[in-house]
């Protein structure tokens, strides 16, 4: 991530410590800002903007009418006019990372929110009967003011953690996996050692011995915690890895594949495209035109 956020916009939000959250709307033709992060929460609604691709961490799509975006702080996302040809409306409210304190969100009334807010890590994308059930209560969230409109937007919030089907976007490996966590010393130490190794082969014995658990237990265990497999973990944190590569550096896809683990060029390939959607070659192409130097 370090090494990321050297190629795309810091943004400094309006935001002062004396605010709670900032909310701007507009109407606009085009989507112009560049990839960029910031230090706060945004939560992002944007109407009638089919065919704009939306990028968040490695994570691309080209969006419908209805998108409802949660970002986590100091996640690189951008919104690109792609293929969008008619007015688009966005809706972009900002809050502090702080504004909710780590302890207050560890009450049992704000589970919810918590377990959001430690998934925007990776971007977080809410399905259309959800966007259709608060569209109107974002839309008119500017005209409240004072007290009312934190507890709106503290109850808006709710509403959403407790919205069925949402889903994160990017890989944890694209992230930090320090940022993440799994509740459990041995998946801390067994992820940190998939990260620390990805380049070389890792089995399944290598990490279950590291945690003194049997090859059967660690592999139900990850089961259990994540609901990946131990292969399809270590596979996202490679693919995480060659992503950062494909944006950051200019070797070829050949050479990421075998320094990020994969010795099978083909089965690079059909996993990337599989979890991506998109080839590496298409994946490196959407980010050049994107890519802000500071």
Request: charged residues 25%; glycine residues 4%; hydrophobic residues 35%.
């Amino acid at each position: 991530m370090q090494n990321l956020h050297k190629n795309v916009f810091k943004e400094i939000t309006p935001l002062t410590p004396f605010d709670c959250f900032t909310i701007f709307s507009r109407v606009k033709k085009e989507f112009n800002f560049p990839l960029h992060y910031h230090d706060e929460y945004e939560l992002n609604l944007i109407l009638n903007a089919k065919g704009a691709k939306r990028i968040v961490g490695d994570h691309i799509d080209v969006i419908d009418d209805l998108e409802l975006v949660l970002i986590g702080p100091n996640t690189p996302h951008v919104w690109l006019t792609h293929q969008c040809t008619t007015e688009i409306t966005e809706v972009t409210i900002q809050w502090h990372k702080d504004l909710f304190d780590e302890k207050f969100l560890t009450r049992n009334q704000l589970s919810f929110i918590k377990k959001m807010f430690d998934m925007s890590a990776r971007g977080v994308s809410f399905p259309q009967k959800t966007i259709e059930a608060v569209r109107d209560r974002i839309l008119t969230l500017s005209q409240r003011s004072g007290f009312d409109s934190v507890m709106d937007l503290i109850s808006l919030l709710h509403d959403l953690s407790t919205s069925r089907k949402i889903f994160s976007l990017s890989d944890t490996s694209f992230l930090n996996s320090k940022n993440f966590s799994y509740n459990s010393r041995r998946l801390e130490k067994a992820f940190e050692f998939m990260n620390t190794n990805y380049h070389n082969q890792i089995s399944l014995n290598d990490v279950a011995k590291l945690v003194n658990m049997t090859d059967e237990s660690f592999s139900r265990f990850i089961k259990k915690r994540t609901g990946n497999t131990f292969i399809n973990s270590l596979n996202e944190i490679r693919l995480g890895h060659a992503s950062r590569m494909l944006i950051d550096t200019t070797h070829s896809v050949t050479e990421i594949s075998y320094q990020c683990g994969f010795n099978n060029m083909s089965n690079f390939n059909r996993l990337f495209k599989k979890k991506k959607g998109c080839t590496p070659k298409e994946f490196r192409e959407n980010f050049s035109g994107v890519r802000v130097f500071v």
